[in-house]
């Protein structure tokens, strides 16, 4: 079975400050995929990430970052100089890799709040 | 602009009635997706269909009816529905292909905005 936990159910923050969104993941195949998703109070999620298992490679885009830590099980990520724009609830998924994977398996969500 | 559509955008409807809930893709994606989301909570998966055929069925109620018609478009019929079924209904679709036999995803789904269905 898999599982993930986002510990954190609110943080708020002001504008300009970093802000990190934790992410730990459970399963027992070898190969699965990570994803990130923003859900803005308009109701859309939005795609941010997809991480394989087998990569290596930390990611940066603009003022997002992704640290996937295996030995911790750990897929976090990090807003540099939030805006207020990036107000929203952001999702951590899993998805395994075995037989018909179709399956998405959230984390319960961290809702961001940035105040100016 | 979202490259998954889904309408209405809002629909209230009483116990009694049948509506349905449309979305469409143009992306080529072969896999589609219903989800159904309740306030603070994360996405539930309801329905999978794959290559236009039914996939995963997640023990939904029979009151919720999903439908295929073709690569590009999903339905989702409704009847008798109870208020608990009040919620944000999200479609989405992905990049599908097929793997030792079994159909297969890792790539991102893409999500639509949603309809919110209120039940009186």
């Known amino acids: 079975a898999q599982k993930v936990t986002q510990a954190q159910t609110e943080i708020s923050v002001v504008e300009k400050e970093d802000v990190t969104l934790d992410c730990v993941y459970e399963?027992?195949?070898?190969?699965?995929?990570l994803f990130w998703y923003k859900q803005p109070p308009s109701g859309e999620l939005v795609f941010l990430i997809r991480?394989?298992?087998?990569?290596?490679q930390n990611e940066i885009s603009g003022r997002y970052s992704w640290n996937f830590q295996k030995s911790t099980s750990s897929f976090n990520f990090t807003i540099t100089a939030s805006q207020v724009v990036d107000s929203a609830v952001y999702f951590c998924?899993?998805?395994?890799?075995?037989?018909?994977?179709?399956?998405?398996?959230f984390g319960k969500g961290t809702l961001l709040t940035v105040n100016p | 602009d979202t490259e998954v559509t889904q309408t209405p955008k809002h629909l209230v409807m009483g116990m009694t009635n049948k509506k349905s809930l449309k979305c469409e893709q143009h992306m080529g994606h072969r896999a589609m997706y219903w989800y159904k989301q309740k306030a603070k909570k994360p996405p539930e998966l309801m329905f999978v269909y794959s290559y236009e055929k039914l996939s995963i069925n997640e023990s939904v109620p029979s009151r919720f009816s999903p439908e295929c018609p073709n690569s590009s478009l999903l339905n989702l019929h409704l009847h008798a529905l109870q208020p608990e079924d009040s919620a944000l209904y999200l479609c989405a679709s992905s990049q599908s292909w097929f793997r030792d036999s079994y159909p297969y995803s890792n790539q991102p789904q893409h999500f639509g905005d949603g309809t919110r269905l209120s039940i009186l």
């Open positions: 998924a899993l998805r395994c890799g075995g037989g018909s994977n179709y399956k998405l398996t």
């Open positions: 399963t027992r195949d070898t190969t699965y995929y």
């Open positions: 991480r394989n298992s087998f990569d290596e």
